[in-house]
Nanobody, 121 residues
Framework: QVQLVESGGGLVQAGGSLRLSCAASGRTLSSYAMGWFRQAPGKEREFVADINGSGSSIHYADSVKGRFSISRDNAKNTVWLQMNSVKPEDTAVYYC??????????????WGQGTQVTVSS
């Protein structure tokens, strides 16, 4: 069993930056692919980025490519999402997920509780 706790959310102005963290406990993260998803009000949860267990393979949603960066440190059992040049449409609750990759797509098994990101225009 893995427990995931996100932090780092908050209010940021458009064009600014924010760094989200996801700390894991209960089991080492290295055996999991990790990812970030987000859910805006009235919308379905959507994929943002994922990274494989070793960190050698990364994928991004087109909407965040070139602006967001996912990274991990297995020794620290932590995954980060660096968000740069944020836009109002990035406003959402951001969720960390641990799971496995199937056809280069992250299949979440464990979820964090989410952290709110609000981007003001």
């Amino acid at each position: 069993q893995v427990q995931l706790v996100e932090s780092g959310g908050g209010l940021v102005q458009a064009g600014g930056s924010l760094r989200l963290s996801c700390a894991a406990s209960g089991r080492t993260l290295s055996s999991y692919a990790m990812g970030w998803f987000r859910q805006a009000p009235g919308k379905e949860r959507e994929f943002v980025a994922d990274i494989n267990g070793s960190g050698s393979s990364i994928h991004y949603a087109d909407s965040v490519k070139g602006r967001f960066s996912i990274s991990r440190d297995n020794a620290k059992n932590t995954v980060w999402l660096q968000m740069n040049s944020v836009k109002p449409e990035d406003t959402a609750v951001y969720y960390c997920a641990a799971g496995y990759l199937a056809a280069q797509k992250l299949i979440p098994v464990h979820w964090g509780q989410g952290t709110q990101v609000t981007v003001s225009s």
